[in-house]
């Protein structure tokens, strides 16, 4: 079990730019899930994908935010124009898809922007 | 809308001495309430989970909470806190419908003194 794994662990970048995280589920969970965590605060829902069909966005996610799961296994989640802002720990999580199964999550990915 | 109320930030105790973290909730059904622990660099690891049935879980890491609806609350409980007990500690409640996405209450930092 190699458990749900985030690339890259840590990014620093500058306002403006394009950024874009990976996450590699535990194989075959059909459920992955994005969380923003920012400091001093828990994480908070920003979409799911079942297989590979993205079913809800929160209104956290603007315009600026996309996130696939094309062949519905490993997911992208790109933020476009980055702000200050948007400086958090991206975390990722997956399950089966019951709603009595656990989520577990990855070690996340922390977001800098100057 | 879905709430949850972690009212201890910071919380110091002794090692050896019993622990007990505060969690109430707000949710209009019966709620799926979780119990995470985040150490510092590291991704979310569950400690115990309530769906149903008996209203006192027991957890790994010597933990246990216990459900009190009237009480609208969700308590962590540990008798005896090691130092490596050190860590965030967040209560979350899952969402029953599809989408079984978690809302996190702010946490609480625990210190461990020895």
């Known amino acids: 079990d190699t458990g749900v794994s985030q690339n890259p662990r840590h990014k620093i970048t500058k306002r403006g730019q394009n950024v874009t995280f990976r996450c590699d589920p535990i194989s075959e969970h059909n459920r992955l899930y994005w969380y923003r965590q920012t400091l001093g605060q828990g994480p908070e829902f920003l979409t799911y994908f079942q297989n590979e069909a993205q079913l809800e966005k929160s209104r956290l996610l603007s315009d600026r935010f996309s996130a696939e799961r094309p062949k519905g296994s490993f997911s992208t989640l790109e933020i476009q124009r980055t702000e200050q802002g948007d400086s958090a720990m991206y975390l990722c999580?997956?399950?089966?898809?019951?709603?009595?199964?656990?989520?577990?999550f990855g070690p996340g990915t922390r977001l800098t922007v100057l | 809308a879905q709430s949850v109320t972690q009212p201890d930030i910071h919380i110091t105790v002794s090692e050896g001495a019993s622990l007990e973290l505060r969690c109430n909730y707000s949710?209009?059904?019966?709620?799926?309430l979780f119990w995470y622990v985040q150490s510092p660099g590291q991704g979310l690891q569950l400690l115990l989970k309530?769906?149903?049935?008996?209203?006192l879980v027991q957890g790994i890491k010597g933990f246990e909470a216990e459900f009190k609806r009237s009480q609208s609350s969700f308590n962590l409980r540990k008798p005896s806190v090691h130092w490596s007990d050190a860590a965030e500690y967040f209560c979350a409640v899952g969402h029953t419908g599809t989408a079984s996405k978690l809302t996190f209450g702010t946490g609480t930092r625990l210190q461990v003194t020895l």
């Open positions: 949710y209009g059904a019966t709620p799926y």
């Open positions: 999580a997956s399950n089966t898809g019951f709603s009595t199964d656990t989520q577990y």
């Open positions: 309530y769906f149903s049935g008996d209203t």
